[in-house]
Nanobody
Framework: QVQLVESGGGLVQPGGSLRLSCAASGSLFRINDMGWYRQAPGKQRELVALITRGGSINYADSVKGRFTISRDNAKNTLILQMNSLKPEDTAVYYC?????????????????WGQGTQVTVSS
């Protein structure tokens, strides 16, 4: 009953920018860690950036200085601002969240994934 809905992917030229958004909905009680992952064809899924509820952030070395992760806890929204994009950034990007939620009268905790959004960087 918890869903992560992503938006903002698309096709951009090298050096361009994209902003990815992820909105969580459902019977939410609390969202803990949130992160962006990506998976290129033929490669394993990798962590791009992670942000805790309190705002502590980790970036993959390949995106440091170019990408910025942020969150709005009041709106249950996760953002990834991507600047200076490179062809190597081409991948399906996934939103991930550790969520505590209401199921009938019980409070549960699960890890959720978004549907993924395609980011293609090409001239």
């Amino acid at each position: 009953q918890v869903q992560l809905v992503e938006s903002g992917g698309g096709l951009v030229q090298p050096g361009g920018s994209l902003r990815l958004s992820c909105a969580a909905s459902g019977s939410l009680f609390r969202i803990n860690d949130m992160g962006w992952y990506r998976q290129a064809p033929g490669k394993q899924r990798e962590l791009v950036a992670l942000i805790t509820r309190g705002g502590s952030i980790n970036y993959a070395d390949s995106v440091k200085g170019r990408f910025t992760i942020s969150r709005d806890n009041a709106k249950n929204t996760l953002i990834l601002q991507m600047n200076s994009l490179k062809p190597e950034d081409t991948a399906v990007y996934y939103c991930n969240a550790d969520v505590q939620y209401w199921n009938t009268y019980n409070l549960n905790r699960s890890n959720y994934w978004g549907q993924g959004t395609q980011v293609t960087v090409s001239s």
